[in-house]
């Protein structure tokens, strides 16, 4: 599906796959929670644009660096 196409409402979801409005209700707050759908009042969920294009963090570091940092040391095992 392009981003932006709008996906089928409730009503007809339950009626094309044989599920009840509120398991397609529920399918569908996945989808925007996860991020893969949006939803504007008035329009209906929509696609949205894949994670990887919408930003990408990379977090190098772990756990201890982060502990280490917060109480502003360093630790001693990096060079």
């Known amino acids: 599906m392009e ?3 709008k996906l ?4 007809e979801l339950g009626e094309q796959y044989g599920i009840s409005r509120i398991v397609a209700r ?8 996860s ?7 008035g ?3 929509l696609v949205n644009r ?9 977090d190098r570091s772990g756990f201890a ?3 280490w940092s917060a109480r502003g ?3 001693a095992l990096r060079c």
């Not at 089928?8 to 009503?11: H, N, T």
């Not at 529920?26 to 929670?33: I, T």
């Not at 991020?35 to 009042?41: A, E, L, N, V």
């Not at 894949?50 to 990379?58: C, E, G, K, L, N």
């Open 50 to 58: 894949p994670a990887s294009a919408t930003r990408i963090r990379v």
């Open 3 to 5: 981003i932006g196409a």
């Open 73 to 75: 040391a360093r630790c």
């Open 26 to 33: 529920e399918a569908l707050a996945a989808l925007v929670r």
């Open 8 to 11: 089928p409402s409730e009503a």
């Open 35 to 41: 991020g893969s759908m949006y939803k504007i009042k």
């Open 65 to 67: 660096d982060e502990m």
């Open 43 to 45: 329009r209906g969920v």
